[in-house]
């Protein structure tokens, strides 16, 4: 099962060092624009998802939980609905 099907995802080689970079966009602008706790707390659970990415693979579902550290570094941007 291919994650998402109408997108074409590059050969992955292990002699390469970097084989992917990830672009993405941030309601701040950019990575570096926004406050440095939540960039801190994307790169922690980047590390997350990498340690443990036998349960982020394409077709597993069981989410990974955030670690204490990044609900604290976030919690002071969370929009709580009542």
Do not use: C, H, K, W
């Amino acid at each position: 099962m291919q994650l998402f099907p109408d997108v074409d995802l590059p050969a992955l080689s292990p002699r390469r060092i970097a084989p992917v970079t990830v672009t993405f966009t941030v309601g701040y602008g950019g990575i570096d624009e926004g406050p440095p706790a939540i960039r801190q707390a994307i790169l922690l659970m980047v590390g997350d998802m990498f340690r443990f990415r036998e349960s982020a693979a394409p077709g597993a579902f069981n989410a990974i939980p955030m670690s204490a550290t990044v609900e604290a570094l976030i919690a002071p941007y969370r929009r709580v609905l009542v």
